[in-house]
């Protein structure tokens, strides 16, 4: 449990993303017993909003998203929500500056101080000054949501503005996948089998596919996505950070130096992406959502080969994909073997793949080839499922839960560093500046036909 009294201050604590997933989150943490036993939630925002205005607020939140109020302390925990209006600039901290003191008078002067910036990517830098100007940055935590920049030249200025207001040891950059239980596991389970220790490379592997398509559209944030598109809003975040996690050396520790230091080394071996080698998408009917530009370009499918220059992966392609509007929703990692030498002739390919779904509380599955029962020594895929939820004390808890957490016991492992992201951007810069062609697909399809050719010669493990 976290133990130090702290003030959680939420930075656009009335937008769509506290509403959906920070605030749920904060909630289970209160319902598990999670929280300190001393808090205090302090919402800010541009408007005039009095604390029982935002403790309706937040209650009609939960009961929208979850987890109900009527399933935890609901009583207890709105007298602890506090609302600071006025906006918070260099010019001006609203009347944020009173609220914490009113807060910390509760609590104690020495209550830890964490700040959730949970606004739009363009609103970091005014806001990291502004903490800095007011004197809110000292012995503080920083949590950044995702993308840290929205270009190379966007994440330099926010990184050097960050590193002149605070320390590194301050700064939480959240990616929520590393927060996933399925996800966490992909290290475990490499790490602590050996059977899986020994055919991680490429000598056993034919291929990694991380593939993260999604039925649904962008109708409740069109205006934050016709300003990012899949290359920014997933790619160069989640993608390459998934891709870190099955990619990286033994780490030297399992704490957050050791963890974030190999998935940081891995990322420096990304070979910088080849415009051939990517798929760039729209789907049919994109324009026409309300708040999308008549003629824009954004892309809401990406296919990518990504190349890791270093002795355990040279020429393994990495195929990463993602899109909006297409045939189903998974997040999905696929390990695909080599089809093994022998005295079996003509053996099924790609029917030795271990799966992780990072969907939900997350899976483990695992195909092979055994078998038949009969007289014959025929053969035929079989696969076993691992639901991680269902093993014996299992309590998982969704992403944000846990990386919330781990802001509030002090613990960066699952956090990106500096130099990690500094590669990833490095990596997607062709990319950005020698766009493909954007090519038009099917809403309800995999995408564009195109995507094919870069899972040649025997395709996408999912959809085909």
Same mark, same amino acid.
């Given at each position: 449990?976290?133990?130090?009294?702290?003030?959680?201050?939420?930075? &656009?604590?009335?937008?769509?993303?506290?509403?959906?997933?920070?605030?749920?989150?904060?909630?289970?943490?209160?319902?598990?017993?999670?929280?300190?036993?001393?808090?205090?939630?302090?919402?800010?925002?541009? &408007?005039?909003?009095?604390?029982?205005?935002?403790?309706?607020?937040?209650?009609?939140?939960?009961?929208?998203?979850?987890?109900?109020?009527?399933?935890?302390?609901?009583?207890?925990?709105?007298?602890?929500?506090?609302?600071?209006?006025?906006?918070?600039?260099?010019?001006? #901290?609203?009347?944020?500056?009173?609220?914490?003191?009113?807060?910390?008078?509760?609590?104690?002067?020495?209550?830890?101080?964490?700040?959730?910036?949970?606004?739009?990517?363009?609103?970091?830098?005014?806001?990291?000054?502004?903490?800095?100007?007011?004197?809110?940055?000292?012995?503080?935590?920083?949590?950044?949501?995702?993308?840290?920049?929205?270009?190379?030249?966007?994440?330099?200025?926010?990184?050097?503005?960050?590193?002149?207001?605070?320390?590194?040891?301050?700064?939480?950059?959240?990616?929520?996948?590393?927060?996933?239980?399925?996800?966490?596991?992909?290290?475990?389970?490499?790490?602590?089998?050996?059977?899986?220790?020994?055919?991680?490379?490429?000598?056993?592997?034919?291929?990694?596919?991380?593939?993260?398509?999604?039925?649904?559209?962008?109708?409740?944030?069109?205006?934050?996505?016709?300003?990012?598109?899949?290359?920014?809003?997933?790619?160069?975040?989640?993608?390459?950070?998934?891709?870190?996690?099955?990619?990286?050396?033994?780490?030297?520790?399992?704490?957050?130096?050791?963890?974030?230091?190999?998935?940081?080394?891995?990322?420096?071996?990304?070979? #910088?992406?080849?415009?051939?080698?990517?798929?760039? &998408?729209?789907?049919?009917?994109?324009?026409?959502?309300?708040?999308?530009?008549?003629?824009?370009?954004?892309?809401?499918?990406?296919?990518?080969?990504?190349?890791?220059?270093?002795?355990?992966?040279?020429?393994?392609?990495?195929?990463?994909?993602?899109?909006?509007?297409?045939?189903?929703?998974?997040?999905?990692?696929?390990?695909?073997?080599?089809? #093994?030498?022998?005295?079996?002739?003509?053996?099924?390919?790609?029917?030795?793949?271990?799966?992780?779904?990072?969907?939900?509380? &997350?899976?483990?599955?695992?195909?092979?080839?055994?078998?038949?029962?009969?007289?014959?020594?025929?053969?035929?895929?079989?696969?076993?499922?691992?639901?991680?939820?269902?093993?014996?004390?299992?309590?998982?808890?969704?992403?944000?839960?846990?990386?919330?957490?781990?802001?509030?016991?002090?613990?960066?492992?699952?956090?990106?560093?500096?130099?990690?992201?500094?590669?990833?951007?490095?990596?997607?810069?062709?990319?950005?500046?020698?766009? #493909?062609?954007?090519?038009?697909?099917?809403?309800?399809?995999?995408?564009?036909?195109?995507?094919?050719?870069?899972?040649?010669?025997?395709?996408?493990?999912?959809?085909?």
């Amino acid at each position: 449990m976290a133990t130090t009294k702290t003030v959680f201050v939420l930075f &656009g604590a009335t937008g769509d993303l506290a509403k959906r997933m920070v605030l749920p989150a904060f909630y289970t943490l209160a319902i598990e017993g999670l929280l300190p036993e001393q808090w205090v939630l302090v919402g800010n925002g541009r &408007g005039d909003v009095a604390h029982e205005d935002f403790r309706r607020h937040v209650h009609h939140a939960l009961a929208e998203f979850g987890p109900h109020p009527d399933q935890g302390p609901w009583k207890e925990f709105e007298q602890r929500l506090l609302f600071a209006g006025g906006g918070f600039n260099t010019d001006s #901290p609203g009347s944020l500056l009173d609220v914490i003191a009113d807060a910390r008078q509760e609590l104690g002067e020495d209550a830890q101080l964490v700040h959730y910036l949970a606004v739009p990517p363009s609103a970091f830098v005014e806001l990291t000054k502004a903490l800095g100007e007011h004197g809110l940055a000292a012995g503080a935590r920083v949590v950044f949501e995702k993308p840290f920049g929205t270009s190379p030249e966007g994440f330099r200025e926010l990184d050097r503005t960050v590193h002149k207001v605070l320390d590194e040891s301050q700064v939480y950059r959240i990616d929520h996948f590393l927060g996933k239980e399925a996800t966490q596991n992909l290290h475990v389970l490499r790490f602590a089998n050996e059977l899986f220790a020994s055919m991680w490379d490429r000598k056993h592997i034919e291929s990694v596919q991380i593939d993260v398509p999604e039925d649904l559209g962008i109708d409740d944030r069109a205006e934050f996505y016709d300003a990012t598109g899949a290359v920014l809003d997933m790619l160069v975040t989640h993608l390459f950070q998934v891709a870190a996690e099955v990619a990286m050396e033994p780490p030297a520790t399992l704490d957050a130096a050791g963890l974030q230091s190999a998935r940081e080394k891995v990322i420096r071996s990304f070979r #910088p992406l080849d415009p051939g080698e990517v798929v760039l &998408g729209q789907f049919e009917g994109y324009r026409e959502v309300e708040g999308i530009k008549a003629r824009s370009r954004t892309d809401t499918y990406v296919a990518a080969k990504l190349w890791i220059d270093n002795p355990r992966w040279r020429g393994v392609p990495f195929l990463l994909r993602t899109g909006k509007r297409m045939a189903g929703s998974e997040q999905l990692v696929s390990i695909v073997l080599k089809t #093994p030498e022998g005295p079996f002739a003509h053996l099924p390919e790609q029917a030795n793949v271990l799966m992780f779904s990072l969907s939900g509380n &997350g899976e483990i599955s695992l195909t092979m080839l055994v078998k038949k029962p009969g007289v014959a020594l025929d053969v035929e895929p079989a696969s076993t499922v691992l639901p991680l939820s269902q093993l014996p004390a299992a309590e998982p808890l969704p992403p944000y839960v846990r990386l919330i957490h781990d802001v509030l016991l002090g613990d960066r492992s699952l956090f990106t560093r500096p130099d990690g992201l500094a590669a990833a951007w490095k990596a997607v810069t062709p990319l950005l500046e020698n766009k #493909p062609r954007l090519q038009r697909y099917d809403q309800g399809s995999w995408g564009p036909k195109a995507a094919r050719k870069l899972a040649a010669p025997h395709g996408w493990i999912l959809g085909e």
